[in-house]
């Protein structure tokens, strides 16, 4: 038996990738590494492209976890769908502790660069439109942002012509108390969700009788759970731009911090936040 240390590195250091599978192969690196092009000399565009850049990666990976909680909804499978909704809601803590990294660059290092921006704006992400569509803050007038992409104008419509994960979780709840013939409330389809009295009277059963119904106990936890994850990055986001921008009008054309203030009060799971104070 050998006294020599053992070096982790050596054996991938030997190792020939000409004809194997290396790290950089794998993620793509070369082809990702390249897609950063700030449009200024400003030193701090390349935080703000980065920022932006992973933040679409983390949305695209809660769209994949999401749409694999819906099908793992509607076909019974559970347990699964729990541990997906745990992952989304830390995933936008991930998306939540990247502000602190951006809230180091300054106003006058964003006034640098921000007129290379143009009228592109955080406003136009398809991926965080299809998150709130898919949970069921759903407005479709925010579908005109979209218009020159026809196919991502039709991915978002044809989200909004179906039951939102949301309406999916009140038909679990209503089948699973009262039996597959009960009335469900209609979906929402074309408007964010508001409270439904039936929908908040349901909930109250279940955390009345937690122990008669601990799994739908368990699924509205997990959602005020990501709802609370989802509330919190966009405080941060509003606190992030009035620190930088303050009440100036977005390059995207918005308010700025007044509609992303307005923002905040839109609520994901009404009843399950609004039960809360019948209980």
Do not use: C
């Not at 038996?1 to 590195?9: A, D, R, T, V």
């Not at 951006?102 to 991926?127: H, I, N, V």
């Not at 942002?145 to 009140?170: G, K």
Request: no cysteine; glycine share 6%.
């Amino acid at each position: 038996m050998s006294n020599k240390p053992y070096n982790p590195g050596s054996e991938g250091a030997r190792m020939n990738f000409k004809d194997a599978m290396s790290y950089g192969d794998y993620l793509k690196l070369e082809t990702m590494l390249e897609l950063q092009h700030p449009l200024s000399d400003a030193h701090d565009e390349m935080l703000f492209v980065i920022q932006h850049q992973t933040s679409e990666l983390w949305m695209k990976l809660a769209l994949h976890e999401m749409s694999a909680a819906r099908n793992a909804l509607n076909s019974g499978d559970i347990a699964n769908m729990f541990k997906m909704l745990a992952r989304v809601s830390r995933i936008f803590e991930q998306l939540n502790n990247a502000w602190d990294v951006l809230r180091t660059m300054t106003p006058a290092d964003y006034t640098k660069f921000r007129e290379a921006l143009g009228p592109s704006s955080g406003f136009q992400s398809y991926q965080y439109r299809m998150i709130e569509y898919v949970l069921g803050n759903r407005n479709p007038n925010m579908l005109k942002p979209h218009a020159h992409l026809p196919d991502i104008h039709e991915m978002l419509s044809d989200e909004l012509a179906r039951p939102s994960f949301y309406d999916d979780v009140i038909r679990l709840l209503f089948t699973t108390i009262d039996g597959p013939d009960t009335d469900i409330p209609a979906p929402q389809l074309d408007s964010p969700h508001k409270a439904v009295p039936e929908v908040q009277e349901k909930w109250k059963q279940v955390y009345e009788n937690i122990e008669q119904y601990w799994t739908l106990y368990e699924l509205g936890e997990k959602l005020v759970d990501l709802e609370d994850y989802f509330r919190r990055w966009r405080f941060n986001h509003v606190t992030t731009v009035e620190r930088v921008i303050g009440f100036k009008r977005g390059t995207g054309g918005t308010a700025g911090v007044e509609y992303l203030r307005r923002m905040l009060s839109v609520e994901l799971f009404p009843e399950l936040w609004h039960l809360r104070g019948d209980l």
